[in-house]
Structures are given as C-alpha cells and as structure tokens.
C-alpha cells in the first residue's frame, strides 16, 4: 500500500500539472470560441479521435498487452520482452495508418453529400475539422503504449508528464498558430485542427528517451504472423468497449446534443474537463499503477494478495473522490463562473455548463471506479466481462440519453452519464465476485460507511458557506469570485478530514499520515 500511494502519487502530481495545463486550455478555448456553433463542431470532432486514443491506445490494447509485457519481464528474457514490444507497436502503425487513411478518405467523398442547416453550419465544419485532426489517432496510441511500456517498468512521473508537454503545446496553438488563419472564428478553428498533430506528435516523442534508458531500440517486426500480436488482437478486440465506456458515452451524448440545440456539446465539454481534473488526478492514475500491479500479482498466482490490493485502492479512491464529489455538486456554478466565464464564454454559457455538472458530479466515484474494476478483470485474463457490460450500459445510457435529452437538455446527459456509470459498477463488482468467489471487501464497507457520514455534513456546511457568501460579498470581482469557491472548500474539506481522522478511517489516516510525515521531512 505504502508503494501505491507513493506511485500514485508521483504520478498524480505530475497528472496534477498536466489537468491544470489542460484547464488552462480549455480556459483559452471557450474564451474566444465561447458555446458556439463553432465551438461545438471543434469539440466533438477531436472528441472522435480521442474515443480512439482511449479504445485502442489506453483502453483495450495496453490492458490487454501490459500483462503480457509484464510476464515477459519477469520471466527474465529482456530480447524477448523488446521483441514483442516492437511487434505490437508495428501492428499499431499498420492498423492506425490503414484506419487513417480509411476515414480521411471517406469523409472527402462524404462532404459534397452533406446538407447543414443556414443557422447552424456545424456539421460540414465538424467533418472538415475530423479530417485534418483524426490521424492524431495513430501518433497518441503509440505515446499510449509507450508510456504502458514505462509503467510496466516502473516509471509513473516521467511517462504522465507527456500531457504536460500535450497540453502546453496546445496552449501555444492558440497563441501562435490561430492568428495565422485569420480574424474569423470559422477559419481560426483550423489553426486549432493542426495544432492538435502537432500536440500530438510532441507527447509522443516526449516519452522515447525514457524508453531509450530502459534499453528499447525501434525495430520493424512483422506483425502478421506474430504469436504475441495475435494474442494482444484476441485479448483486445472483445474488450474494445470494456476501458472506454464513458468516452463513448460522452461522444454518443454530443451526437444527439448536436441535433437538440447550439452550446449543449461545447458546455457539457466545460463540465466534464472539470469532473475529469479530480478523477484524473487520482483515479486514473491509480488505476494505471493497479493493472501492471495486479498483473504481477494474478501471474504469481497470489490472490489473496489480489483481493487486498484491490480493495485498498478502492477504498483509497472512495476516500479521495467522496470529498470532490460534493464539490462538484455544491460549487458546480461558482467554479464554471471563475474558470471559463470570459471574453465569448458569458453568464448563459455558465448556467449551461454548470448544470451539467451539477448531474455528472454524483457519478465521479463510479466513473473512477469502473476503471480501476475494469484493469481487474484485465489482470487475470479476462478481456469479454467487462466488454459484454460495457455494451449493456453503453446501451442503457444511450436509451437514458435521448429520453433525458430533450425535456431536462444537458442536465439529461448528465444525468444519463452518472446513472449508466453507476450501473456500470454495480454489474463489474457482481461479475468480479463471482470469478474471484469472494472481494474481500469487509474493510472497504466498513470504511466507506463513516465517510459518506462525513461527506454529508461536509455538503450541508459547504452549501451553507456558499450561501453565506454568495449574499453577503457576491461575485462581482476576481477575488470574490474565487472566496465564492475556496472558502467553501476550505471549510467543508476540512470537516471532512477532521471527521475521517477522528472517527479512524483507515484510508484517511494513511493518506494524511504520508503528507503529515512527507511534511514533517
């Protein structure tokens, strides 16, 4: 436990930088594309390339190739273990460049046939934009499987700065290269486009020195005939859907919301951007420090040994995200008002992101989760459960989604998100029992009792707080802007950590004991 929290945490620091930098970002885009029709056609055609970052780069293909990496680092064979790296990574350029050229293709010969309505040129725009940026696909499942590679050999921090260098590029896109478009909106946004190749690129070179020091030569390796390629596709192609199920829903989501009306996409972008920075934070990157983990452990056969570090990091997650979630829920307005609420990004763009948000909060814990249950089953093996419910909720939120969508606009998305997450969950803990034959989850409840105690009255002083403020200083200038969302914070985390120590929860004191100690040194 004591080297998980110390991995993740090197690694959510530096994640820390990076989902910093990329609300920097999204902080430079809404203020001169605002929630326009613009903005929602860029938004969700580089949400199509990322669906496939996160299916094929960090989804399926590294959950389903670490373990073998990691088998094959143990069993002491390094010329093996590179060999096989190179011969997945060769498959991966063949695939990535073969589907690039696909969809490229295709969306040239489609885009004389496309009609937009007079008021909303969103769709032609977004194909535009799709075609430029899709290759991007290619060059970050290869930064993907790089920093999978390091992780496998235990680098953590320098592999998660490679977002860091992604997102800072992407700063200076806006800067630098926009300009060079033009003065109008619609011909700067392919300024945009371009940069995201570039961003790309960077992050993915960005991780190769690191990989140069742990011994990796680049070398051209057939993958047609290839036993451990073969056996990455087997693994893979039924778990496709089993990582990304939220991605998909959140791309799936915008399609409709395209159709529902201007602002729904580019807002609900602002919430998630923001629900993300908590979860990347640490779950995901405790989620990428548990599979290489488990991984080991399922290949020594160590099951007990599996169960707890599992339920730890749970329980580890539940303490952290609990206390964020109630800050997304509460704050949601008064954080979307001090972040983005500038230049073209006005009060009504505020009230759409931040009631998004609203109905996403409660689901943060269960987007995490899914996670890190998800790289369980990918540890022992297991590549379809995850998959066959992944499809189930995809399908159940879909059906929520465009019930949702039109009476309730981007509060239904929100809300079809956190109900198909929670759903999600529920069914990979009930499928992982039954495979494992028991949890080992006795602790973890008796754990996260206390704390949704705690969260509650965390949530009844943080709204107080904010009512508090919010008539008597207001929100009119920067500095009460932002007391309108740390005062609150300050005040209900603090109850939260004081009640979790006090009533001796285990994750809570070995958290804040490593700080205390981290301190004290």
Known sequence: MSNMLKSSGAMAAATLLSRVLGMVRTMVYTSFMGTSAVADAFTLAFKIPNLFRRLLGEGALTAAFIP????????????????????????????????????????????????????????????????????????VCVAAVFIGILNAKGHFFIPALGSVALNVVLIGVVWVVVPMFGK???????????????????????????????????????????????????????????????????VVNDLLAMWRGDGLVSSFDCAVRLMELPQGLFGISLATYLLPTLSGLAAEKKFPEFRKTLAEGMGHLVFVNLLASVFLVVLAEPMIRLLFERGQFDAYSTSLASTALAFLGPGLIAFSLVNILARAFYAVGDVSTPMRISVFCLLANLILTAILIWPMKQAGMGLANTMSALMNVGLLAFALRKKLKTLAWTELRASVQPLVGAALAAGLVCWGSLKLWTAQIGHAALWSKAGEVFVPMLLSGALYLGVSWWLKVRPAREMLGMVLDRIRR
Do not use: C, H
């Open 184 to 250: 109008e909106l619609p011909r700067q946004i392919f300024g945009l486009a371009w940069g995201v190749l570039i961003a790309g690129l960077v992050q993915m070179l960005f991780q190769y020195p690191t990989l140069m020091q742990e011994g990796f030569r680049p070398a051209w390796v057939a993958p047609w005939t290839d036993p451990t390629v073969r056996e990455v596709l087997v693994k893979m192609i039924p778990g496709t859907l089993g990582v990304a199920s939220f991605q998909i829903n959140v």
């Open 68 to 139: 073998i990496f990691k088998k094959k680092q143990m069993e002491g064979n390094p010329a093996e273990m590179w060999r096989a790296a190179n011969a997945v990574l060769s498959g991966l350029i063949v695939a990535g460049t073969a589907l690039s050229v696909i969809v490229i293709l295709g969306i040239t010969v489609a885009l004389p046939f496309v009609v937009d309505e007079v008021d909303k040129p969103s769709k032609i725009l977004m194909l535009q934009l799709l075609r430029i940026m899709f290759p991007y696909v290619l060059l």
